[in-house]
């Protein structure tokens, strides 16, 4: 049977991000042709209102300049033109923060996730009041760091533990989403420490674009 080709689109010009979600799906690699690539017009790191409304154009342009792919994943925690994409293509469309947010359901329990800041929950809980799925939410914790910050500084991997024995013990968590494509390159490091699951979202999407008819 012929892999599918799935290709991931990193909305944001920073290819460290990139580079992470290469690794973070290096795994998949014996199920899928799997191409990561980066819109180099993207702004260097999506944290805004803004940021999201410039790349939505951009994402769409770069799933109509690529037919040869069977599904797309937008590698950002926002789905930023997840839902018009959906609209304007035939083929499979996954965003990150649904794909992750529909994977912890799956594994019972309320998850809890670690954001970039308290601008990025706000948006986290206006999307996931819009996706229905409000209830399944135990928390989310601010990291306050920059998505550049999620992808290269080395602090990272700790704040990340913290902000997730934090939901878990305050909050009540029974798995961990890492709230930005930044954090893809740290799962090990995190699950390894946490004391539940931890999910990366790309990982996630990409599962599940594999399983699309």
């Known amino acids: 049977m012929k892999q599918k080709k799935i290709l991931v689109i990193n909305p944001n010009s920073n290819e460290s991000v990139t580079g992470g979600l290469r690794e973070s799906l290096r795994g998949f690699s014996n199920q899928a042709e799997i191409d990561c690539c980066t819109i180099a017009e993207g702004p260097f790191g999506i944290e805004s209102d803004d940021d ?12 109509s300049e690529s037919p040869q ?3 797309y994943v937008i590698a950002c925690y926002s789905d930023p033109g997840l839902k018009e994409c959906r609209e304007m293509f035939s083929k499979p469309v996954f965003g990150m923060q649904q794909s992750a947010i529909e994977t912890a359901i799956s594994l019972g329990g309320k998850f809890g996730v670690v954001a970039l800041s308290d601008e990025s929950i706000r948006r986290h809980l206006a999307y996931i009041r ?12 601010p990291l306050n760091i920059t998505v550049d910050e999620a992808a ?7 704040k990340v533990i913290a902000g997730g024995y934090r939901l878990v013990d305050e909050y009540g968590a029974s798995s961990i989403i890492l709230g930005c494509a930044g954090m893809s390159s740290i799962k090990t490091g995190a699950e390894t420490k946490l004391p539940v699951p931890v999910i990366e979202p790309a990982q996630a999407a990409v599962s599940l ?3 699309a008819g």
């Open 52 to 63: 999201i409304a410039s790349v939505i154009p951009l994402v769409a342009r770069r799933i």
């Open 130 to 141: 819009t996706l229905g799925h409000e209830v399944h939410l135990a928390g989310e914790v």
């Open 69 to 71: 792919y069977d599904a």
């Open 209 to 211: 674009a594999i399983k």
């Open 152 to 158: 290269n500084d080395v602090a990272t991997l700790d």
